[in-house]
């Protein structure tokens, strides 16, 4: 879902205060890119800048935080909580969890609504299971802050043939609520992501500024807790492993919360039970050979008049 609340301005250049921006996410979203984005433009505008962030320990896969601090004197690198002029979540757990660093009434909020659920934070972990993993909605929280911005950022870099360009479609987003001059982003923004996807970084930068430009009412009909509705789709998970890269460390058959891995003879991992995989992609998150790659697509089901669901097929 997309939503949107109003907008206020962050005007980093004129404030006398420092502009303090928290962007938060999980390993592997690239929040650190981000961060370096955000802290070259400052620099170009001649601005102080400080940076500090956590990622040590979180690798891929856990929480991951950067706090940026510039304005004309900028003396601590930390921003204290009730300060950010902006918090930019990567993931919406994350987001909703570093909320509490927001201006009250004044700071600009901006999530993907994609949820990356933790891997022993349920139990049931197939689509839709009912679990109590920040499960505000997405209405609840614009409804609550007066300038939010909650895109479906992740769906959205699908569409643009790279999930990986999700945070770029945020800075575009971003780029709208800052006062940094757009030609300044579209310059800056190719020196710090990998040269072959600069062109689908820029447009991704595009269509986050695009978006914000289109009504997103809030689903008020959402509520909070996952509802267990006759299904519509269903899901097709399908890992792709690459052998080559799988350096037998056995970290995804320890972590797989389904116990759906194994190594073969050869010490390279495998899939041994594939009906028990969720496609929750903690295998793909957590293993430092990016050997693994899961694919999930969705196959609709209608439901006849007499309640039989059936697969429609492409
Ligand atoms: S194999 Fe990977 S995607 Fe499937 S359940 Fe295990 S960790 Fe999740
Ligand atoms: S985490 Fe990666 S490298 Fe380690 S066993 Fe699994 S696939 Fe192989």
Known sequence: MNSTAGTSAVRPAVMAAPTNVLIVGVGGQGVIMVSKILARLSQLQ????????VHGMAKRGGSVFSHIRFGNEVWSPTIPMGEADVVLGLEWAEGLRWL???????GTFISD????????????????ARHGYANHSVAEIVNQ???????????????LGNERVANTILLGILSTVMDFPVESWREVLPEFVPPKTVETNLKAFEAGREWTTKPHAPDLNETSVVQHAMPTSRREVNLEITEAWCKSCDICVKMCPERCLALDD????????????????VCEWLCPDFAIAVHVSSVPIVANQAGVSTEVSA
């Open 46 to 53: 001649g601005l102080q800048v400080k940076q500090s962030e």
């Open 113 to 128: 609504t994609k949820r990356i659920v933790p891997p022993f934070s349920c139990r049931d972990r197939q689509h839709d």
């Open 145 to 159: 802050v007066p300038s939010a911005f909650a895109p479906d950022a992740t769906g959205m870099a699908t569409q």
């Open 100 to 106: 509490r660093y927001l201006k009250p009434g004044v």
């Open 266 to 281: 050869h010490q390279i991992v495998e899939l041994v039970k594939p009906e028990a995989c969720t496609g929750c992609r």
